[in-house]
Structures are given as structure tokens and as C-alpha cells.
Nanobody, 126 residues
Framework: QVQLTESGGGLVQAGDSLKLSCASP??????????VGWFRQAPGKEREFVAA?????????YYADSVKGRFTISRDSVEKMVYLQMNNLEPEDTAVYYC????????????????WGQGTQVTVSS
């Protein structure tokens, strides 16, 4: 069973940066065989894709157009962590951010991910 825990959220001002972390404390899971994604959900809105990386497929990264050039997904395999570096944050980035993982190829589709964290709140003030 893969358990994911997000951290790093907070309240920041527009233009600031935050780095979210996704930990897989379950022994043996270093994300090497997983497709890992970040999603977010703002109040009253659907959960939306933010970024993903296909470690099985050689580390190919995918980004939503709204975050491309501002957000970067990365991994520290030794620590079993996946990160989402968020720069130049905008009020529209305010949401609960979720880490998700799957051993298939779920891509940008939330419903295809098997494992989810509980989420971390990111609030960006203008």
C-alpha cells in the first residue's frame, strides 16, 4: 500500500515561491516505478491537473498550460520525495494541492491515479 503525504503549503503573496513535497514513507517505494502527479482543487471547482512526471518512462514531465514556466516537478529518489517548485505564484493558484501516484500511465487524468495524499493548502494573496 502506497501512502502519500504532502507538505509545504502556506499563505504567500503574489509573486512569491513555495516548494511542495510529497513523501512516500512506505518502505520500498522510491517512486522509481510510478507515474507521479500533482493536482489542485479550488473551492467550488473541479480537481485539475497541474504537473506530472513519468519516472517509468524516463522522467518525461508534463505541465498544465497555466503553470508551464512557473512550476517544476522533481524527485529525490534517495529520500523518496517528489517536489513541486512553484514560482511567481498568482492568486489563481490558490487551492488544495494533492500528490498522486500510479504504476500505470494515468497522465493528466485524475481518475486514473490509484494513490492520493490528503492535500496541502496553498493560498496566494494579491
Amino acid at each position: 500500500q502506497v501512502q502519500l503525504t504532502e507538505s509545504g503549503g502556506g499563505l504567500v503573496q503574489a509573486g512569491d515561491s513555495l516548494k511542495l513535497s510529497c513523501a512516500s514513507p512506505t518502505s520500498g517505494y522510491a517512486f522509481n516505478n510510478f507515474f507521479v502527479g500533482w493536482f489542485r482543487q479550488a473551492p467550488g471547482k473541479e480537481r485539475e491537473f497541474v504537473a506530472a512526471v513519468n519516472w517509468v518512462g524516463g522522467g518525461i514531465q508534463y505541465y498544465a498550460d497555466s503553470v508551464k514556466g512557473r512550476f517544476t516537478i522533481s524527485r529525490d529518489s534517495v529520500e523518496k520525495m517528489v517536489y513541486l517548485q512553484m514560482n511567481n505564484l498568482e492568486p489563481e493558484d490558490t487551492a488544495v494541492y494533492y500528490c498522486a501516484a500510479d504504476q500505470g500511465a494515468p497522465g493528466r487524468t485524475a481518475s486514473l491515479y490509484t494513490y492520493w495524499g490528503q492535500g496541502t493548502q496553498v493560498t496566494v494573496s494579491s
